[in-house]
């Protein structure tokens, strides 16, 4: 995608091959922020400080941090240590462990010797076929969006937290079908929930939408059902970080509140999302390892002040606990649908594998 004119990806290797650089997502929207990544251990503290995030980005920084390690050390002890470390990063996306797997699987056979070589080809390779995924998902959902438009009105579409082209390696996952649709010049609105804690919304998917030339309103997160109950909203677009093998979506806390709403208000409710975020080994949401993360990102906020200052205040009382649930699991029986870079299918077991028959045997 491009900022400002300019075409960027969210991690790509350095121009010295030396390192991985990536946006440092914690500096957005306010200053665009460019981190070099040296070693493998750098690369999980980006994932685990949520200076990159989203299921795809982080299994490709996972990836790239396992490229790394195998220039570190490519040992088998050496690989094994970095895979440990990373895949402890963070515990819910299903991506991480894919590409950490991934890697293991083309280094394991290899001499040490050629390991590092082979390890950057590798996780090149899977960021590309990433990027590749999240373009095809754009346009197998802007078939929907297209199919929403009656030709009077834009179409609405509320989607939560950022899964867009920040999340993933380029396009993204609930944004791709925006960015492919207004492409094609459908007429198309964002409602933007700011998605607290951190923000996600209201700094990283408004950025990304503002850049892009795409039309869109900041809202507050509970703002979405009086939408839909106005019928402003025509679909609701979200991500995911872990769908299980029965349709189960698990995506940013405050998914579930969405797809509530939006099955009382007969509108369609849609997970977009590669096929390296499903994870055939969980039968259902309930297995889902849903993160807790710090306190301080719900009782303090950082923004921008009036002078143009970057600053950090707390909004609860002090001495008030406060706990910092990351997930939650939305049913498969509220989702419409489910759309993968193969296609659009139902959120049940017999959908997925409709499109992933290789799967049934697995």
């Given at each position: 995608?491009?900022?400002?004119?300019?075409?960027?990806?969210?991690?790509?290797?350095?121009?010295d091959g030396q390192a991985v650089e990536v946006i440092d997502q914690?500096?957005?929207?306010?200053?665009?922020?460019?981190?070099?990544?040296?070693?493998?251990?750098?690369?999980?503290?980006?994932?685990?400080?949520?200076?990159?995030?989203?299921?795809?980005?982080?299994?490709?920084?996972?990836?790239?941090?396992?490229?790394?390690?195998?220039?570190?050390?490519?040992?088998?002890?050496?690989?094994?240590?970095?895979?440990?470390?990373?895949?402890?990063?963070?515990?819910?996306?299903?991506?991480?462990?894919?590409?950490?797997?991934?890697?293991?699987?083309?280094?394991?056979?290899?001499?040490?010797?050629?390991?590092?070589?082979?390890?950057?080809?590798?996780?090149?390779?899977?960021?590309?076929?990433?990027?590749?995924?999240?373009?095809?998902?754009?346009?197998?959902?802007?078939?929907?969006?297209?199919?929403?438009?009656?030709?009077?009105?834009?179409?609405?579409?509320?989607?939560?937290?950022?899964?867009?082209?920040?999340?993933?390696?380029?396009?993204?996952?609930?944004?791709?079908?925006?960015?492919?649709?207004?492409?094609?010049?459908?007429?198309?609105?964002?409602?933007?929930?700011?998605?607290?804690?951190?923000?996600?919304?209201?700094?990283?998917?408004?950025?990304?939408?503002?850049?892009?030339?795409?039309?869109?309103?900041?809202?507050?997160?509970?703002?979405?059902?009086?939408?839909?109950?106005?019928?402003?909203?025509?679909?609701?677009?979200?991500?995911?970080?872990?769908?299980a093998a029965n349709g189960d979506v698990c995506n940013k806390i405050?998914?579930?509140?969405?797809?509530?709403?939006?099955?009382?208000?007969?509108?369609?409710?849609?997970?977009?999302?590669?096929?390296?975020?499903?994870?055939?080994?969980?039968?259902?949401?309930?297995?889902?390892?849903?993160?807790?993360?710090?306190?301080?990102?719900?009782?303090?906020?950082?923004?921008?002040?009036?002078?143009?200052?970057?600053?950090?205040?707390?909004?609860?009382?002090?001495?008030?606990?406060?706990?910092?649930?990351?997930?939650?699991?939305?049913?498969?029986?509220?989702?419409?649908?489910?759309?993968?870079?193969?296609?659009?299918?139902?959120?049940?077991?017999?959908?997925?594998?409709?499109?992933?028959?290789?799967?049934?045997?697995?």
């Amino acid at each position: 995608m491009k900022i400002d004119g300019v075409p960027y990806r969210t991690i790509w290797l350095s121009t010295d091959g030396q390192a991985v650089e990536v946006i440092d997502q914690t500096a957005l929207p306010h200053a665009l922020r460019i981190l070099r990544l040296n070693t493998a251990a750098d690369a999980a503290r980006a994932i685990s400080a949520m200076v990159v995030r989203g299921a795809p980005l982080i299994g490709a920084t996972a990836a790239w941090g396992m490229a790394l390690a195998a220039r570190e050390d490519p040992s088998d002890a050496g690989l094994e240590r970095a895979a440990a470390h990373l895949g402890a990063s963070r515990p819910t996306a299903v991506n991480l462990r894919w590409a950490v797997e991934a890697m293991l699987a083309v280094l394991r056979p290899l001499p040490a010797a050629r390991r590092a070589e082979a390890a950057a080809q590798e996780a090149a390779r899977l960021c590309d076929a990433e990027a590749a995924a999240c373009a095809a998902i754009g346009v197998h959902g802007a078939a929907l969006i297209a199919a929403a438009y009656d030709g009077t009105r834009p179409v609405e579409v509320l989607t939560h937290c950022n899964a867009g082209w920040l999340a993933s390696v380029d396009w993204g996952m609930s944004l791709s079908p925006v960015y492919k649709a207004a492409e094609q010049g459908v007429p198309v609105h964002v409602w933007v929930d700011e998605t607290r804690p951190r923000n996600q919304g209201a700094a990283l998917t408004a950025w990304e939408l503002l850049r892009h030339g795409v039309p869109h309103t900041v809202i507050v997160d509970n703002a979405g059902g009086h939408l839909m109950q106005q019928g402003r909203v025509d679909l609701c677009i979200v991500g995911s970080d872990r769908v299980a093998a029965n349709g189960d979506v698990c995506n940013k806390i405050g998914t579930y509140l969405k797809a509530l709403a939006a099955h009382d208000n007969g509108v369609p409710f849609l997970a977009a999302l590669p096929s390296s975020t499903i994870d055939w080994s969980l039968s259902d949401g309930a297995a889902i390892p849903i993160e807790e993360r710090a306190a301080d990102e719900v009782t303090h906020v950082t923004g921008l002040t009036d002078a143009g200052e970057t600053g950090r205040v707390r909004v609860t009382p002090q001495g008030s606990p406060a706990a910092n649930f990351g997930f939650d699991v939305t049913p498969a029986r509220l989702v419409t649908a489910i759309i993968t870079e193969r296609g659009v299918c139902d959120a049940s077991r017999e959908g997925l594998l409709s499109l992933y028959p290789e799967q049934a045997a697995a």
